[in-house]
């Protein structure tokens, strides 16, 4: 056992210093989308002195693009974020009943995360 020793920690000193040197591409920590999702108009009709703001949204977000072709949910105060690869995707709130939404394109950089604003309309008039 005693002879064995030297040579296992020889092969870990020798598989742990055998990288390439070169950098890896950035890890999808490195960068991603947030933003916030919001739906209006609340009111039917809104009148001066009487505000009527857009609410936040409780749902999923399709994510597609750059091989990507997935759905997350938005959190509280309609705010979403998603750790995900540079590259260009579409964004759209997943609409189930009254409502809808158009999709929105973005452009992931290679480090940190782009902020977009999504919003539903209600289809209240």
Same mark, same amino acid.
């Given at each position: ?27 999808? +920590?490195?960068?991603?989308?947030? =933003?916030?999702? #919001?739906?209006? *108009? ?7 002195? %009487? &505000? ?28 979403? +974020?998603?750790?995900?690869?540079? =590259?260009?995707? #579409?964004?759209? *709130? ?7 939404? %158009? &999709? ?22």
């Amino acid at each position: 056992m005693r002879r064995l020793l030297p040579v296992l920690a020889a092969v870990i000193l020798l598989t742990s210093c055998s990288g390439s040197g070169s950098r890896e591409p950035p890890s999808p +920590a490195d960068s991603g989308i947030h =933003g916030t999702v #919001t739906v209006g *108009p609340q009111c039917p009709v809104v009148q001066a002195g %009487s &505000p009527c703001p857009d609410a936040p949204w409780e749902g999923k977000i399709r994510i597609t693009g750059d091989g990507a072709d997935l759905e997350i949910a938005t959190f509280s105060g309609g705010r979403f +974020a998603i750790a995900i690869e540079p =590259g260009a995707y #579409t964004l759209q *709130p997943v609409v189930v009943g009254p409502g809808s939404a %158009s &999709p929105v394109s973005v452009e992931v950089p290679g480090q940190g995360y782009v902020e977009v604003a999504l919003s539903v309309d209600s289809g209240i008039r």
